[in-house]
């Protein structure tokens, strides 16, 4: 590998940093994993390039890096992020204390809504008024914005948000009154425009993503900076790109501008991950399902199309960015046990992280779920994390006596059950998740990945009912991975709120032509070297007149330049009978918004063909292992050693250097042509 260039792609969990390089002469892959360092999560990634060092690849030969990140996602949870100021609309002071009036779980009279990131003192109503087909109501008041701006500097504020009723129409006041704010200020204040994020109506929705994303932009943009300072430190000239929620990438100074973009980065970047493992299998539908040390997250890949959402929700705060469709449930690596009041085994959600870990790194005392699966045998102590990191079983024991004791039984026991708790918490997610899509498990394949997802894939397999599991060849670097195969991809966009018949079409072609020339500068700008070509992509966001809310409808250039509507209406009508089961062809239809989404392709690593198999795979050992309560002999297999064509039968631990598969009882695992390692129920076949 000495003197030819790599591209890597590095993915920074709660428990692990992930990296994989793939080398573009040789067109080899190699998977790398070193411990977080999670108050200097930076320190990790040049861990990381040591190691690359200490196997013959050198900082300069990286001439493409790209990165996920839970920088934004963790400073929002935590809530740690700037103090703030908000400049609104006279009369509308209160945005987001009203939020949406509505409860957050709906049966649930206790539930609260989120407290806002920005308090009601901070928050300044500025005298003008923009009506909703954007022509001026009241002209902006310099002197109520000159009187805020000089109570948000003496507050000492970090930055200003500014979120005018109807500036997605309209955004002149909104642009005037932060140039204003940067003029009072002598540019040191850092200003966010709701219009300018995302143009698009429903104005507590555009307050709160403005919120979130200058909340979180301070620390972000430290954090990218300090990564960029120490690349080049490290020798690294390649300039870094971000991974973005919506699976595309960005270069760090616009994701240092926007970092809301970026807050499921890292999630994103497993299910791209997942895509290409899901092609090489010839499987198309497929539950994704990527547990780490802090989460299990879950996803849908539908006709090998995953599943993307235009709002999300995160800490009860709407999130409206196209993003990838994930769910997240609290139960990790490093979840661990507790009692509730009532008496009842728990969970997580919380984790013990990096630091100190589960019990058996040797720091911690709280029996984790890293600490189970050691427990009940899932787990060789010699060669977890490809041996990087030590584990001390007894450490495990002792954490897990408390536990143990109360449920009365022995510890073996008791982590069996912890593991079947947290199981029984991913279930009660994925059939939600199930139920609300319409689909039938029987159709898909469970596919696990990440550093935990493979030892309990195979559980959740059985509980809903799917006939197989699908675990790629590196399933605990899939993120990492996925990264490397993600596109540059941006969306312009343009409210309308009008009934499409009242458009006429060379108008609407128009509109979309002008938003495809503003996406074509975005990938202009951002300056990427080696692109495989690209392509543009037309959305309209559309609902039938009255409706509360939009479906996205694909766009194609031959409808544009037909002689009426009706091609559209026809496929409008059809996406909400998939979507709903029902349609009107009576009702006419309102185009909330037009949209262009360009694709910048990068250079993908290619998928490797392994070796046939001549000979059955060989079993290196046998191994006690707990699973439901029940105790079996579970063969042990090398996945280094596993070729095409190779059978094994569960009960199986299957072992690697980034994971651990489990086979259960009653199932048997085969490897196709290009390393997967496929689960199938042995009556199914």
Known sequence: MKDSRIRLGIDIGGTFTDLTVYEEESGSIVSLKTPTVSNDPVQGIANGLQLLRERGMTPDQI??????????????????????????????????????????????????????????????????????????????????????????????VEGVVICFLHSYKNAEHELRAAARVKERTGGRMEVTTSSRLWPQMREYERAVMATVNLYILPTCKNYFQTLTDRLTYEGVSAKPFITQSNGGLMDISTAAEAPVRTLFSGPAGGIIGALRAAEAAAISNVITLDMGGTSADISIIENLQPSFVQSNQLSGFPIILPAVSIFSVGAGGGSFAWIDKGGLLKVGPESVGSTPGP??????????????????????????????????????????????????????????????????????????????????????SLMGFGGAGPMVANFLAEE???????????????????????????????????????????????????LAKQAEK???????????????????????????????????????????????????????????????????????????RILGHTIKPGICRIEKAVSPAEIKGTRSIMCNGRSFK????????????HEIAGPAIVEQDDTTVLVLDGWNGSVDEYGNLILRRKESE
């Open 63 to 156: 001439h493409y890096f790209v990165h996920g990140t839970t920088i934004g996602l963790n400073t929002l949870l935590q809530r740690k992020g700037a103090k703030t100021a908000l400049f609104v609309t006279e009369g509308f002071r209160d945005i987001l204390h009203l939020q949406r009036l509505r409860l957050p779980v709906p049966y649930d009279f206790r539930s609260r809504l989120p407290e806002p990131l920005i308090p009601r003192s901070l928050t300044y109503p500025i005298s003008e008024r923009m009506r909703q087909d954007g022509t001026v109501s009241r002209p902006l008041d310099l002197d109520t914005l000159d009187a805020a701006i000089d109570a948000a500097v003496a507050a000492k």
């Open 359 to 444: 019990a058996c790194y040797g720091q911690g005392d709280k029996a984790a779920m890293t600490d189970a699966f050691l427990l009940c045998g899932y787990i060789n102590p010699d060669r977890f994390a490809a041996g990087s990191v030590k584990l001390y079983p007894h450490l495990s024991e002792k954490a897990m006596h408390p536990i143990a004791s109360y449920l009365e039984t022995d510890v073996r026991s008791a982590a069996d059950k912890m593991i079947q708790v947290a199981v029984a918490n991913m279930y009660s997610e994925l059939s939600g998740i199930i139920e609300q899509h319409g689909l039938d498990p029987r159709e898909f």
């Open 464 to 514: 809903i009912g799917t006939t197989s599991v699908l675990i790629p060849p590196s399933p605990g670097t899939l993120c990492a991975l996925g990264s490397l195969m993600a596109d540059f991809a941006y969306d312009a966009v343009q409210a309308r709120y009008e009934q499409l018949d009242h458009i006429p079409l060379p108008a609407l072609r128009k509109e979309f032509h002008m």
């Open 522 to 596: 975005w990938l202009d700008e951002q300056e990427i070297n080696g692109l495989q070509g690209q392509t543009t992509l037309y959305f309209l966001d559309i609902r039938y007149l009255g409706q509360a809310f939009e479906l996205e409808l694909s766009i194609t250039e031959q409808q544009l330049r037909r002689k009426d509507h009706r091609s559209i209406i026809k496929a409008f009508h059809e996406l909400h009978q998939r979507q709903y089961g029902h349609h009107d062809e009576r009702v006419a239809l309102e185009v909330i918004q037009l949209r262009v």
């Open 634 to 645: 579970a063969s042990i297999y090398w996945r280094s050693e596993l070729l095409e064509g």
